[in-house]
């Protein structure tokens, strides 16, 4: 139950006259020994004090710096007017239990978003509320969970079939929904493995879980007949959207025979991530799923917006409020700033991948089909050099490393997507080194990065003797 406050004359008044009744209740009710008698505050001048955090800023990378190749992630630029769309006080001040006749311009954005997603993806409701790409995999899996059970079926329909190219999060969503995980093997070009996939499917399947193109960068150009497979068992099919940067504008999940998909707002739209947050993960459905959604939805009632509760089987609420608000507005802008040219975006995002994966071929083995999507992996195995030890030695250039040892299906594999974002001249810099790291001598490739404000950690060392908390020798510095 929450408590609106009353913010009168005579409240104001007590703080405008100084009076510091407030704290004083709040500092009495403090137990003695939480105290501090003193404050040890260092005596620094204000130029110093910029100095120093100036400094540390420098010392992080970001994608505003330079090119973010990792795999699977889709760090590409996210514009500034994005950040400034977010940031306008209006948004910034809206309490989550304001009354919707006062939000009629939030509500509508919430809405028109659901239907961009609705029709860039080719479903027919969409969700806004899960907070991340994991998230939104695991309230489609609920709504698998919910389907089959309002179906009678959840007793048999206790596995989930996920491809052993996956996302580790599926595996992880499925077992968290309550499902049994089904593995099944790639083939020689890196595509689902049909036959195992038909040996797989049984009448205990209740989904099938993969994203289109998968993390080896690969089109599955199977699809519609692995849709055939799983409906023809009665079973849905999921689209992880993690890769949805690949085929945006081109063509749809819905095309392509799946009836639930998650988005990753973050990646496919450009919004900050990485360090656990923020992101965004809205699930969007074919018709005969929309009961199943989370509530709220926003609807639309001849120009008036509103939160609607009334799904007949909702899985319920998977998220306080409506969702992760500052990501939607950044990713509502960069759709509408776009517009017409998302497709182009993902046509340059396949292009930059492929002209590095071509250029990269010359020394680093890329195994499975050729042609690539959005991303592509290689392996260091014919070098004799580590995938760990290439991805430190580029730090010292003033580059991030790849996503490196996934997917696993790879020996010494280096995930690595240049997104739309970048420049030829970022690419070919890139390259330029992943080429000298193969011409150093062993010693210097295994003691980098040596430029890098932490140099590299004993990773063994760090695992083996965990320090928990924070030392008690430092109270005293």
């Not at 769309?85 to 006749?101: C, G, M, N």
């Amino acid at each position: 139950m929450y408590r609106q406050a009353h913010y009168d004359e005579d409240f104001l008044n007590q703080f405008n006259t100084g009076n510091d009744f407030y704290m004083d209740d709040v500092e009495d009710s403090y137990p003695e020994q939480i105290k501090r008698k003193s404050l040890k505050l260092p005596d620094v001048r204000s130029v110093d004090v910029s100095r120093h955090f100036t400094r540390l800023s420098e010392m992080n990378y970001s994608v505003d710096l330079g090119m973010y190749p990792l795999g699977s992630c889709t760090m590409k630029f996210n514009p500034k007017y994005a950040d400034y769309v977010a940031s306008i006080p209006e948004f910034q001040s809206i309490h989550p239990l304001e009354d919707e006749s006062r939000i009629q311009g939030t509500l509508e954005i919430m809405y028109k978003l659901q239907q961009f997603l609705v029709k860039i993806s080719g479903m027919d409701y969409a969700t806004l509320q899960p907070s991340a790409g994991a998230h939104g995999e695991f309230t489609g899996i609920l709504i698998v969970r919910k389907y089959f059970e309002t179906c009678g079926e959840l007793d048999k329909r206790n596995e989930i079939i996920i491809p052993d190219s996956a996302h580790g999060t599926n595996p992880a969503s499925a077992a968290m929904a309550g499902f049994k995980v089904v593995e099944v093997p790639s083939n020689g070009d890196g595509l689902v493995d049909l036959d195992a996939l038909k040996a797989a499917v049984t009448p205990n399947t209740a989904a099938f879980m993969i994203t289109n193109p998968n993390t080896l960068g690969i089109f599955d150009d199977q699809i519609s007949e692995i849709a055939r497979i799983i409906h023809d068992n009665g079973s849905l099919l999921y689209y992880d959207g993690a890769n949805f940067n690949a085929i945006l504008g081109i063509t749809t999940p819905g095309i392509m025979g799946f009836d639930i998909v998650h988005f990753n707002l973050h990646k496919t739209f450009a919004t900050p991530h990485g360090g656990g947050g923020p992101g965004a993960g809205p699930v969007a459905v074919k018709s005969y799923l929309r009961d199943f959604l989370p509530v709220p939805i926003v609807v639309n009632d001849n120009g008036t917006y509103s939160l609607f509760y009334g799904l007949k089987n909702t899985i319920g609420k998977i998220s306080s409020y409506s969702g992760s608000f500052g990501v939607i507005l950044r990713a509502f802008s960069y759709a509408l700033k776009n517009g017409n040219n998302l497709s182009a975006n993902a046509k340059r995002a396949v292009m930059n991948s492929n002209y590095m994966a071509r250029k990269l071929s010359k020394f680093y083995e890329m195994p499975y089909k050729p042609l690539k999507k959005h991303e592509f992996v290689l392996s260091t195995g014919n070098t004799g050099r580590r995938a760990l030890d290439i991805s430190k030695f580029i730090l010292d250039y003033g580059i991030h490393s790849p996503t490196t040892y996934f997917p696993l299906i790879v020996k010494e594999a280096m995930m690595i997507e240049p997104t739309e974002s970048v420049t030829k001249k970022d690419m070919d810099y890139y390259i330029d080194v992943m080429e000298k790291a193969l011409s150093v001598p062993e010693d210097q490739l295994k003691n980098a990065p040596v430029n890098t404000s932490v140099n590299r950690i004993d990773e063994i060392g760090a695992a083996r003797n965990l320090i928990l908390k924070w030392p008690d020798t430092m109270e005293n510095d």
